[in-house]
């Protein structure tokens, strides 16, 4: 794993799954679980989107990083890490984004 912020706040999150409750915000989400963590993570996303709206740099910078965190408990509460999602990335850069999005709207259900 490369050393980034990603990485390392992923690093963390995932040391805190089975913590004290009463001590670490991260180890109460993840304790409840996957749906928990994920509407969290959509609670923030609507503060990125009207941040945005608002054209708010400050509070889009603040309410990112937010979203960024939520973002990476998610990941942890299912089992996907960075590294899986930088394949994806990493698989996408070789189409434009209109191919890979027409490629995924192929694919059944």
């Not at 089992?79 to 995924?104: M, N």
Request: aromatic share 6%; with cysteine; glycine share 6%.
């Amino acid at each position: 794993m490369a050393d980034h912020a990603i990485d390392r706040l992923y690093k963390i999150i995932v040391s805190r799954k089975g913590g004290d409750v009463k001590t670490s915000y991260t180890a109460l989400l993840l304790k409840e679980g996957p749906a928990k963590c994920a509407k969290k993570f959509g609670e923030e996303a609507v503060e990125v989107v009207l941040a945005a709206v608002a054209k708010d740099k400050k509070s889009l910078t603040a309410e990112s990083a937010d979203v960024m965190y939520h973002l990476l408990v998610v990941w942890a509460a299912c089992g996907v890490t960075p590294e899986d999602v930088y394949k994806a990335l990493t698989a996408r850069e070789k189409l434009s984004g209109l191919a890979e999005k027409a490629a995924r709207e192929k694919k059944p259900a």
